[in-house]
């Protein structure tokens, strides 16, 4: 696996993110590992451009604040925009079902306007290992604590040229993201005794850089 993105707010701003919308926030009161985390509400992300991939997978840990009220609302986590609609992407979500009003994690092409809707419930106060698999002109795959979950909701014929981590529409919810990665393979969980030098590196990385710089 190829990383193309490594980040883990580590230096306490957005700076290594490519830009954000709306007013993400950068906070400690839960991470998945380090001092900081990212907290975002309806239509907050940062983002990060990527050259033209056709076979990109997005890996975070996530924690949910509040989810979902209205049935058809969601609370998306990690997403990817294709090239030339940038504002119909293709991303990981609590979705409040219409058929049932349950809050479950789902896959939503904005760009096809599918869904892929799995049975498992999404709790607040829950930490979870989310991974989307985007695949051009092919199916989608959202892997939910290193397990294939739910797959379907099909990519169009298109390269993705941006990743974002947040809600990119306006939906309902709050939700904090941590430990992000884009890959070109299947990333999965980190290891259980805690990072690797290489995997620590990178989320501290642009830290180091700016001691050492001064």
């Known amino acids: 696996m190829t990383e193309l993105f490594n980040n883990g ?15 993400p926030t950068i906070v400690s009161d839960w991470v998945h590992h380090g001092t900081y985390s990212e907290f975002v509400n309806s239509a907050e992300y940062a983002s990060e451009t990527l050259t033209d991939i056709n ?15 209205s049935n ?4 998306s986590v990690l997403s990817f925009h294709p090239s030339g609609f940038l504002g119909y992407p293709i ?3 609590a979705y409040k079902d219409t058929a049932d009003s349950l809050v479950k994690w789902a896959i939503r092409n904005h760009y096809n306007n599918t869904w892929a809707i799995s049975d498992t419930q999404v709790q607040t106060g829950v930490e979870y290992l989310v991974e989307l698999k985007y695949t051009r002109n092919g199916a989608n795959v959202l892997y939910l604590d ?14 993705i040229v941006q990743f974002s981590a947040g809600s990119p529409l306006s939906h309902q919810g709050s939700v904090w993201i941590d430990c992000v990665v884009v890959g070109d393979a299947y990333i999965g969980p980190e290891a259980a005794a805690g990072l690797s030098i290489p995997v620590a590196m990178h989320h501290y990385g642009h830290l180091i850089n700016k001691i050492i710089r001064g």
């Open 9 to 23: 707010f580590e230096e306490g701003d957005f700076s290594a993110w490519t830009s954000t919308t709306g007013t």
């Open 55 to 69: 076979t990109v997978f997005g890996r975070a840990y996530v924690k949910f604040s509040t989810l979902p009220t």
């Open 72 to 75: 058809a609302y969601r609370c």
């Open 146 to 159: 290193g397990v294939e979950l739910v797959s379907g909701a099909n990519s169009p014929n298109i390269a």
């Open 91 to 93: 991303y990981a979500t």
